[in-house]
């Protein structure tokens, strides 16, 4: 006999169509007008993603986001990577990251908007910063834990320090970094909602909010749902990125063949 | 020629003071010995194979293979440790490829020598598997190939089957004979196996407890090739394990 919970992509479909149904059931009954039954918010979502302008915001925002997380790889992986073999390296710049990290993105966002107004550059800045915490502090984890043996072999082979850093260290860390870049990725859609939030011009966040000042309620949620899918659908393409990447470390494909 | 000459090693402990590992030694291997290294855990065995691999300063003393002074890692000395230390990210073949084409050699060439190492070390078929993939034996002939692959003339094993289990040990012991009859490297081996020791070595250094320091050399001379078989049942080489044993068993001098 067969579960039904061993059928692939069941459970979570069925999770989905439950939360749905209690969102009509409990909008149906309430009758609150911030809150429209499930049908009606589902409807918008076709709308909003025909409407040409609102697909140019759409766009605008993820590629904002895209190029705040490039900045971010390629500041954060050289610098997690050199503070996680370098004492004086986590010396320079721990105390720094440590005062950043636990404020919002968010609320830097007025003062970067004074210095470079409310435009690209505010919010790419904010992503990036979203995105970059996370990810030093994964790839330094990740050089941290790289065998010492591992280095010695390479540096036997003549590697210098460097090479073995690009050539070592850096695959040896990539499982650790790509945890770092999956927290960064969602990191990346929440500050760049949030930014759109606050230096409202252009992008997701504005089509959000504008719908909200105007009452369109129908409209705000099927935005929300809009997110949702946009991040499911880069979750899912991320993890295929990953599973390419770093196969060899997965656990799944461990075989444990013969003996000795 | 590995001349190794008033060698210490002090480590500096966390609260500021430091800590003799490795007392003064002196000794010279030379080209085409087996030497083995033997003592009581923490006596500083491995530190000194680190220090002739120049992975480790020596804090008093100096290495010289062939008259020049080490002073880093090099192709020269091929290191194999407990650990196997493989990159995970190469598969079998792409690791034992790796030290050659760091060395310059043609990729088709390369791939040629590593396929006929990795033949070598019985792993034909598991080419195209990632170290996760293998056991530990199997991990450590990969690791013995990788070695072998850029040709040091200097093996330097840390305990290289410490880390598997006796019936894969005792393979691997007769597996590294019949590599090292072939082409007579200079081995510098660390153990704490008597009988690994006795079996493998055309020398064995006893070293004692920490800090250690030489305690006595023996000559297995024992003919080779050797045959684990006919080992066993020899009364030289038990007599030989009897009295290492015997040596390592003794308490620490005071000092």
């Known amino acids: 006999m067969r579960r039904w919970s061993a059928i692939p992509g069941l459970p979570p479909l069925l999770a989905c169509a439950g939360l749905l149904v209690l969102w009509e059931l409990a909008a149906r009954g309430a009758h609150i007008d911030g809150l429209p039954p499930a049908h009606q918010a589902l409807k918008q979502v076709p709308a909003i993603l025909l409407d040409r302008e609102s697909l140019f915001h759409i766009a605008d925002s993820v590629r904002r986001m895209l190029i705040g997380f490039a900045l971010a790889l390629a500041f954060a992986i050289p610098v997690g990577l050199a503070m996680g073999r370098s004492g004086k390296v986590a010396a320079f710049f721990n105390p720094l990251l440590m005062v950043i990290y636990p404020v919002p993105k968010a609320a830097l966002m007025p003062i970067i908007m004074l210095w470079l107004g409310v435009g690209d550059a505010s919010k790419t800045l904010v992503i990036f910063l979203g995105v970059s915490l996370p990810l030093i502090y994964h790839s330094y984890q990740g050089a941290r834990a790289v065998e010492e043996k591992m280095l010695w072999s390479a540096s036997a082979m003549g590697m210098n320090g460097l090479q073995r850093m690009m050539r070592i260290v850096f695959p040896a860390s990539l499982p650790e970094i790509f945890v770092g870049l999956r927290t960064g990725l969602v990191l990346a859609l929440i500050t760049m909602v949030t930014s759109e939030m606050i230096a409202r011009q252009a992008g997701v966040g504005n089509i959000l909010f504008n719908s909200l000042d105007m009452a369109l309620y129908d409209r705000v949620y099927a935005m929300i749902v809009i997110i949702g899918i946009l991040g499911f659908v880069l979750d899912v393409a991320f993890e295929r990125i990953r599973a390419w990447f770093v196969a060899w470390a997965d656990s799944q494909h461990q075989i444990a063949v013969g003996t000795s | ?255």
């Open chain 2, 1 to 255: 020629m590995i001349a190794i000459e008033r060698i210490s090693k002090t480590f500096e402990t966390r609260r500021g003071a430091s800590h003799l590992a490795l007392g003064e030694i002196s000794l010279d291997v030379a080209d085409g010995e087996f030497v083995s290294i033997l003592g009581p855990s923490g006596c500083g065995k491995s530190t000194l194979l680190y220090i002739v691999g120049g992975f480790v300063p020596p804090s008093t003393g100096v290495v010289a293979l062939d008259g020049k002074p080490v002073t880093g890692p090099g192709p020269d000395r091929g290191p194999v440790f407990q650990e196997f230390a493989l990159f995970p990210w190469k598969t079998v073949l792409g690791n034992v490829m790796y030290g050659l084409l760091e060395r310059g050699t043609p990729k088709v060439e390369a791939e040629a020598k590593a396929r006929a190492l990795i033949g070598l070390v019985h792993l034909e078929g598991y080419e195209g598997f990632y170290p996760k993939e293998l056991s530990g034996g199997m991990k450590q002939r990969v690791a013995i190939a990788r070695t072998l692959a850029y040709g040091p003339s200097i093996l330097l094993m840390d305990e290289p089957f410490g880390a598997l289990d006796a019936h894969t040990r005792t393979g691997m012991q007769n597996e590294l004979l019949e590599i090292w009859e072939r082409d007579r490297k200079t081995v510098l081996f660390v153990t704490h196996s008597v009988e690994e020791a006795v079996f493998l070595s055309d020398r064995v250094v006893v070293l004692t407890r920490s800090p250690g320091r030489i305690k006595e050399t023996i000559r297995i001379d024992l003919p080779r090739p050797r045959r684990r078989k006919e080992l066993l049942v020899d009364n030289r080489y038990q007599r030989l394990v009897v009295e290492i044993e015997a040596l390592m068993d003794t308490p620490a001098q005071r000092r």
